[in-house]
């Protein structure tokens, strides 16, 4: 068992603080507290490059693809779906981004907490079921290769020091939650 998923759940856990410390600042702007374009900025570009650029590339271009090939036995595909949400997150980034640049409030608030529930919900299915599930239709050899294809798009993609900036940034998000 060389735990192939183990990685991907792992980042949620970080994607996940930081869409924590997300809710927690709608919920004051809520309340009166002022719009910090920083926090936003920095939360943006969290999501673009590490949820985004670093993890879901992984399962766009390694993990769903593998799971797409023929020889795979697959009662249900659920990898469209999967694809579908990271589009939806997309939208919401930039329609978050648009509100930060007019400072609309509701556009802001509406953007940011649509973004912080469908990837809630969206990494409770990977967790749950898509990746149970390709750690059982792949084989040893398949999830061994994948796991080579991560630390190399890992490495081409980003380096030790882009990765550690993104951990970085987490434990500061973490501290406002
Ligand atoms: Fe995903
Ligand atoms: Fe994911």
Do not use: W
Not at 30 to 51: H, K, L
Not at 69 to 85: F, G, I, K, W
Not at 120 to 149: F, T, W
Request: contains cysteine.
């Amino acid at each position: 068992m060389i735990e192939l998923t183990q990685v991907l759940s792992d980042e949620h856990q970080n994607i996940l603080k930081v869409i924590g410390a997300l809710k927690k600042e709608c919920q004051a702007i809520e309340n009166g507290r002022p719009v910090d374009q920083e926090f936003f900025a920095t939360a943006i570009d969290f999501i673009r490059n590490y949820a985004d650029k670093f993890h879901h590339a992984k399962e766009e271009d390694i993990l769903f693809k593998a799971m797409c090939q023929d020889d795979v036995a697959m009662h249900c595909n659920p990898v469209d779906q999967m694809l579908h949400e990271h589009d939806l997150g997309r939208n919401y980034v930039k329609n978050l981004e648009e509100g930060l640049n007019q400072n609309n409030i509701n556009d802001i608030l509406m953007n940011a907490r649509g973004y912080a529930y469908l990837l809630e919900d969206h990494i409770s299915k990977e967790d749950n079921i898509l990746y149970p599930m390709a750690d059982q239709v792949l084989s040893l050899e398949k999830q061994q290769a994948i796991k080579r294809d991560f630390e190399t798009a890992e490495s081409v993609k980003f380096g030790p020091e882009v990765k550690e900036k993104y951990l970085s940034l987490v434990k500061i998000f973490e501290e406002r939650i």
